[in-house]
Nanobody, 123 residues
């Protein structure tokens, strides 16, 4: 299972760091991707880190603002979000395909999911 944390309310231009902690399995070599779902929209994958810590961006709008990292000792992947915008408001999920390599931005390719954490960017 995956458990997200760190969401909340932040003003435009602010920062948040989300965490995705794995339990029940060792995720050291598993890819972990971040998805988000805004109201009325489909869930979209935007950033992934592979088992060897290479990162892949699937959404241009987050490049230069969001970064992903992993701490295998803690079985945790982090999403650092800077320069947040109102359009970043969504429920954020982490997912894993249960394999080393990222599987793109399609959520059907990911096997394990967290429950999601709400991120709201508003003044």
């Amino acid at each position: 299972q995956l458990v997200e944390s760190g969401g909340g309310l932040v003003q435009p231009g602010g920062s948040l760091r989300l965490s995705c902690a794995a339990s029940g399995f060792t995720s050291d070599y598993y890819a972990i991707a971040w998805f988000r779902q805004a109201p009325g929209k489909e869930r979209e994958g935007f950033l992934c880190i592979s088992g060897n810590a290479g990162s892949i961006y699937y959404l241009d709008s987050v490049k230069g603002r969001f970064t992903i990292s992993r701490d295998n000792a803690k079985n945790t992947v982090y999403l650092q979000m800077n320069s947040l915008k109102p359009e970043d408001t969504a429920v954020y999920y982490c997912g894993s395909p249960a394999q080393t390599f990222c599987r793109g931005s399609y959520d059907g390719a990911y096997r394990y999911w967290g429950q999601g954490t709400q991120v709201t960017v508003s003044s």
